[in-house]
């Protein structure tokens, strides 16, 4: 009589380097350098409020009834893709700018 047993031999060490390969470029991407928003002679309140008005602004241009039929499985990507497109734009047209700085600063 045989029995089940989980493989712990050489099958198994490809799906553990493959997992490894999916995570690593994930953890790496923290250490890249993160886009920042600027612009000149700003407190951090007036940043707040304007980023903050933006949001809204984006939320109401891609705003979507939560009861319409949508199809496919990517719609939530692109309505977050939308949206994110619709903050940066209004973000640019008050007057800020994206500068990358090293991640932890």
Known sequence: MTTNRHRTGPRAM???LGCLALLTPLILCGCAPQP???RPEI???EFDRDAAACRREASRAT???PFAYSSGLDQGLEHAVAQER???QCMFSRGY???E???GR
């Open 14 to 16: 490809p799906a553990a």
């Open 43 to 45: 407190t951090q309140t």
């Open 63 to 65: 705003y979507r009834d």
């Open 36 to 38: 920042q928003w600027t």
């Open 97 to 99: 700018r994206q500068e």
């Open 86 to 88: 619709f903050f940066e």
């Open 101 to 103: 700085r090293p991640a």
